[in-house]
C-alpha cells in the first residue's frame, strides 16, 4: 500500500506551544479513531462485492487521499470529508478480503489487532516523546517504503523461500520508522489545519502495520 511523505504546512523544526500540541494532538488521534470507524463501516458494507468494485474503491480511495494532500485552499470540513472518504472506499475495496480471513482465521484478526495496537502505542509514544529530529528517519523509511514496493512486485514473478514472511518483517521495521516520525509531527507542526493530513499519515501506518502483521499470523504464502 502506499504511502505519502510529505511535511505539511506549518511544518517548523522549532516545537510547538505545549496549547498547539495537545490540540493538534486531540484533533488527529479524534479523526484517526474516526477514520478508523468508517473504515470498518465500509468493510462491512462491502463485504459481499466483488472484486472489481474493490478496485473502484482503492482508486476512489487513492483519489480522495491525494486531493486531501495536494489541495491547501480547501475548507476543514472539506479535508475532514476527504479524509473519511478515503477511509470508507479502502474499507469497501478490503471488505470482502477481510470477511473472508475473519472467516477462515478469526483467531488470526484478533491476533493482528490486537499486535498492532500495541505497535502503535510504542512506537507513537517513542516518537512523540523523542526530541531528536526523525526527519531523516523519515526519509530513509519512505524510500525503503519504494523498495520494498519493488520487492513485492518481484516476488509476484520470482518465488523465494519464505519471502512472505521476509516481507512482513520488513514491512513492520519500515512502517516503525514511519510511525516515530509521524508522531513526532504532532509535536512539531503549528498547523492545527494539518491534522487531517497527519491522521491520514498515522491511519496508514495502522493500517499497514494491521495487514502485515495479519500476513504473520494468517501463516501467508511461503
Known sequence: MSYQYQQPAGFAPSAATSDQTSTLFGQVMWLVALTAGVFALGAYAGRHLSPGWGLVGILGGLACLLVLNFTRRMSETGHVLLLLGFGVLFGIAMGPGLDYIASTSPQAVWQAAGATALFMAGFGTAGYLTRKDLSALGRISFFALIGLIIFGIVLIFVRI???????????????????????????????ISSAPILAASIFLDGLNVFFFF?????????
Open 161 to 191: 523461500p519464505h519471502a512472505d514472511l521476509l516481507y512482513s518483517i520488513l514491512g513492520l521495521i519500515i512502517f516503525a520508522g514511519l510511525t516515530l516520525f509521524d508522531f513526532q509531527r504532532l509535536r512539531r507542526v503549528k498547523d
Open 214 to 222: 495479519l500476513r504473520i499470523f494468517g501463516g501467508g504464502r511461503d
